[in-house]
T-cell receptor, first 109, second 115 residues
């Protein structure tokens, strides 16, 4: 079945550094969603990308959907402690969401 | 307040003892879903329901049952739990059309430990 590969599994950054997570699929995606899960919490919807080459911004977060609609990325500029958590991508597949394994953002003390 | 409510939040039980995790949403959503979350594996869908009396298997349905007799409720049933079902479980809902073009709203999760 369809799979979505998400890398890296973890990223350790100093506060103020940037963070990026990537999702890749071997098949063309109709759309992709991004969620954030805080430690001990539940996934919370961030954004959905639908169009080829789409770029959306939410304050310090930039989301991109590849031209071929097979990959997507989330970039956070100047991380803050409130950004800590795990970021998931999820791709639509016949009324189901296929989830990436997530990237955990860890702020170094 | 719009929400998805799961109960219990935590449960420790023994192999073979039937259990039910309840899920209720107050947003009049047609689509509901159950996921399990295990370290390094992301979220895997167990079952989903497009509407009342309509349920379908997700990626990991073995050992689980669901029912959708009312729009707001979507219980998850483990008839004979086994230790490999120890996990964190999430219920989610979304409006008509499901997650294809709508965000999913998640409950707070149920942490199950099967001894």
């Amino acid at each position: 079945g369809q799979q979505v590969m998400q890398i890296p599994q973890y990223q350790h950054v100093q506060e103020g550094e940037d963070f990026t997570t990537y999702c890749n699929s071997s098949t063309t995606l109709s759309n992709i969603q991004w969620y954030k899960q805080r430690p001990g919490g539940h996934p919370v919807f961030l954004i959905q990308l639908v169009k080829s080459g789409e770029v959306k911004k939410q304050k310090r977060l930039t989301f991109q959907f590849g031209e071929a609609k097979k990959n997507s990325s989330l970039h956070i500029t100047a991380t803050q402690t409130t950004d800590v958590g795990t970021y998931f991508c999820a791709a639509d597949s016949n009324y189901q969401l296929i989830w990436g394994a997530g990237t955990k953002l860890i702020i170094k003390p | 307040e719009a929400q998805v409510t799961q109960n219990p939040r935590y449960l420790i039980t023994v192999t073979g003892k039937k259990l039910t995790v309840t899920c209720s949403q107050n947003m009049n959503h047609e689509y509901m879903s159950w996921y399990r979350q295990d370290p390094g594996l992301g979220l895997r869908q167990i079952y989903y329901s497009m509407n009342v009396e309509v349920t379908d298997k997700g990626d990991v349905p073995e050992g689980y049952k669901v029912s959708r007799k009312e729009k707001r409720n979507f219980p998850l049933i483990l008839e004979s739990p086994s230790p490999n079902q120890t996990s964190l479980y999430f219920c989610a809902s979304s409006p008509l059309g499901g997650p294809s073009n709508q965000p999913q709203h998640f409950g707070d999760g149920t942490r199950l430990s099967i001894l």
